[in-house]
């Protein structure tokens, strides 16, 4: 996974990303609302499987979830440049 992000980081700082496209097309407002949607299921499956039988996996799994609530808050506050 950290390779595709650094793919992607490399990408931008290359100048090879245009900000507000994809493809070459404009992003709707539509589109970080459907990618939020599309991202919650593996968190309900955590949270549905806890506890785990390993010793590390429950401590690691309360640290991503404070980590995306955090990502969470500070999005939703978010304003943009324009």
């Given at each position: 996974?950290?390779?595709?992000l650094l ?76």
């Amino acid at each position: 996974m950290l390779t595709y992000l650094l793919g992607d980081v490399s990408r931008i700082f290359a100048g090879h990303m245009e900000p507000g496209k994809m493809a070459g097309r404009p992003v709707s407002r539509a589109h970080p609302v459907a990618e939020h949607h599309r991202q919650w299921p593996p968190v309900i499956f955590d949270l549905v499987g806890l506890p785990y039988k390993g010793a590390c996996d429950d401590p690691l799994i309360g640290v991503s979830l404070v980590f995306s609530g955090i990502i969470i808050w500070c999005a939703w506050g978010w304003q943009s440049f324009r």
